[in-house]
């Protein structure tokens, strides 16, 4: 199941869109991406170029390889090139007026209505953005990680609206094609991965908030005591503290929980610029070799 879907595209070619096609390529699947417009069409390109290439550099791949993806990719800032495709993952960026305005175009720019429309999204119900469309029953969640190349995990959402038919073959993409593995989650605000990750980090922010342990000590006793490969202050600076903060925000929006209301810290540090690593300091100080 699955294999049956040979065009894919992906609408969004940023760090996570640019992953997502890069791994439907490499997987021998002809993927058109669509960005905003053509200067950001080349951006997209150049971000997977450059993945390919490292990815070769670290051994990862055969230089042949390489060249068989990129071959099979095409960037355009376009949307009607994805009238012929049979599966699209949109990854614009987190904001629903953006992404409601995709999915309306895609339903009328998609021509096959068996298509599956899919959304990349962290926190935005599956639900309303199938219900900018006329086939809400083919749209479902296919929430990947960063780096999507590297990280083998997707939680397939699936909304009050989405069909078993759509999850069987969204699902037999995933784990067929891609060779990932699968979560299945409800359509809630930061489906199973983030619902358990995020209070920990938060907690982690109120520890040193409160004066109890240091960043540094918090870290160490997680990655030493608890053989996590990152402790959770340096993970909160890998993902970005603003990207942090507002998943906590739709999580809060969502439950009412106390344990996902962004503490005082955070939202002072995002307001203050300092976003973790890609800004050099968050709750650690990064130089310019591990920015970016
Ligand atoms: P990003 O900001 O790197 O990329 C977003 C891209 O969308 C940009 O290249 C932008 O030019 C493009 N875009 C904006 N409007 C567009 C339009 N109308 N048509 C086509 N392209 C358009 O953001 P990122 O991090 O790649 O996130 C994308 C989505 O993936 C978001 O929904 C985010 O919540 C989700 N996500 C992000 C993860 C992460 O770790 N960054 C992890 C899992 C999901």
Redesign the pocket.
Known sequence: MGGDVERVGV???????AGIAEVCARAGRDTVV???DAV?AR??RERVTASLDRAVARGRLEAADAARALDRLVFTGD?DALAGRQLVIE????RPD??T??FAALDKVVEDPEAVLA??????PVMRLGRATGRADRVVGL????PVPVLPLVEVVTSLHTSARTARIAEGFVTGALGKTVIRSRDRAGFVVNSLLVPYLLAAVRMAESGFATAEDIDTGMELGCAHPMGPLRLADL??LD?VASIAESLYDEFREPLYAPPPLLSRMVEAGLLGRKTGRGFHTYDAHTTG
Do not use: D
Not at 91 to 94: D, G, L, P, R, S
């Open positions: 609408v969004g070619g940023g760090r996570m869109g669509v960005e905003a950001a951006a997209a949307l990854a614009v960026v987190e953006v992404k305005e995709v959304t990349n999204t962290s926190s935005l929430h990947f990680f960063n993902i970005g990207t």
